[in-house]
């Protein structure tokens, strides 16, 4: 089962690896390997979406999510989307951005570094305001019980996500402004660049956020009018609207999971200039960790087994909300690749460990969901 589910994954990890081997040596398979972890880690929670949903629709259109979205999710957004960014932020076209890359590293690597602020700002807010969106929700089962209950009744204030990713935008391009003015003045126009960026990452996320609410309503809206289409077909006889209603409930379906698709592969692109500036590698680490998220997407289809692990979705956005701080401190220090694949991948796995004691003292105490579910390792 598991070979059959994760075979193409493993396929897809070993070209890749030997790839980034033939291309940069062993330090490139490092970081191929490391933005691999860093996009599982961060899309596990997007496996789980996707699979809630996918369950609800019929062979045909998850045929077609598993085919043609994830064509869209790796080429589109891990392999054309970078691209873009480098060739928006360095105002260059995006086949002289490809040249530069494959042709001329320096040149290319200066540019990046230039356009690195308004980079490491469009990210680090669109990256923030998933964190905080999370943080401010009130749930049924929390982590870090001890923290995330205040942060639940805070949450209840409106806008205060944007509010605080606001503050946070402007303390960062102040800092840079000072920082820079010390230094003889020579980047405050820098200060200018990641004000605008981060407002267009906070813009981003909620064009983003406002599709995703469009078409979970319109999914809501076909479910109940394929309910009613269904109830009046019993008593009339006439089942063919309900059919109806269900291929439209599923394009729907089909449309909302795309949204979503490509606002949880955007963290990866954005958190991989955390981790390298080298397109290739980046397309390549990328890639092998989007073919995970798709195996993890079946295999929770099949299964349905991981959504027992309750935390994972707490340590994923942790570490979302992890890596919007770090790019945002990119803009002015540097920081350690290493620290930065590393900080997601523990986080995941010590969800994943506070999960699994979570389910086996249930186990022991033979209870269901009830309060102390919401205990968390952290307390």
Not at 137 to 163: H, N, Q, T, Y
Not at 220 to 226: F, K, L, M, N, V
Not at 287 to 304: H, P
Not at 364 to 379: F, H, P, R, Y
Request: hydrophobic share 55%; with cysteine.
């Amino acid at each position: 089962m598991v070979l059959k589910t994760f075979g193409w994954s493993f396929a897809v990890t070993a070209l890749g690896l030997a790839a980034a081997v033939f291309y940069g040596g062993w330090p490139a398979f490092g970081i191929v390997a490391i933005l691999s972890i860093l996009e599982i880690s961060l899309s596990f929670d997007n496996a789980v979406v996707n699979a809630g949903i996918l369950k609800k629709m019929n062979a045909f259109w998850q045929k077609i999510f598993l085919t043609v979205g994830v064509l869209i999710a790796v080429f589109g957004m891990r392999l054309v989307f970078p691209v873009v960014i480098v060739a928006i932020s360095a105002k260059i076209g995006p086949i002289e951005a490809v040249d530069l890359a494959m042709n001329d590293k320096d040149m290319y690597q200066q540019l990046v570094t230039d356009a690195h602020p308004s980079i490491a700002a469009f990210g680090g807010m669109f990256l923030l305001m998933i964190f905080l969106d999370f943080i401010f929700e009130d749930r049924d089962i929390k982590w870090l019980a001890w923290l995330e209950r205040p942060l639940a009744k805070l949450g209840k204030i409106d806008m205060l996500s944007a509010c605080i990713a606001l503050i946070i935008l402007v303390i960062t391009s102040m800092t840079f402004a000072t920082h820079a003015h010390q230094h003889g003045g020579a980047h405050v126009d820098k200060a200018q660049t990641v004000l605008v960026s981060g407002v267009l990452g906070l813009i981003t996320y909620m064009i983003v956020g406002g599709l995703s609410g469009y078409f979970e309503n319109k999914l809501e809206e076909e479910e109940e009018a394929e309910h009613e289409a269904e109830e009046e077909a019993k008593k009339s006889g006439k089942p063919v609207s309900a059919v109806v209603m269900a291929g439209k409930a599923a394009f729907f379906m089909f449309l909302y999971l795309e949204v979503l698709d490509a606002s949880f592969s955007f963290d990866g692109v954005i958190g991989a200039f955390a981790i390298t500036n080298d397109i290739v590698l980046m397309a390549l680490g990328l890639g092998i960790g989007a073919m995970y998220v798709r195996s993890l997407t079946v295999y929770l289809v099949r299964q349905g087994t991981l959504d027992d692990y309750v935390y994972l979705e707490h340590g994923a956005h942790y570490a979302i909300g992890a890596l919007a701080v770090i790019l945002l401190v990119t803009i002015q220090y540097e920081i350690n690749e290493i620290i930065t694949g590393l900080v997601g991948v523990v986080l995941i796995a010590w969800s994943f460990w506070s999960s699994v004691r979570r389910n086996n003292r249930l186990a022991a105490e033979g209870g269901g969901d009830g309060a102390q579910a919401e205990v968390g390792a952290g307390v």
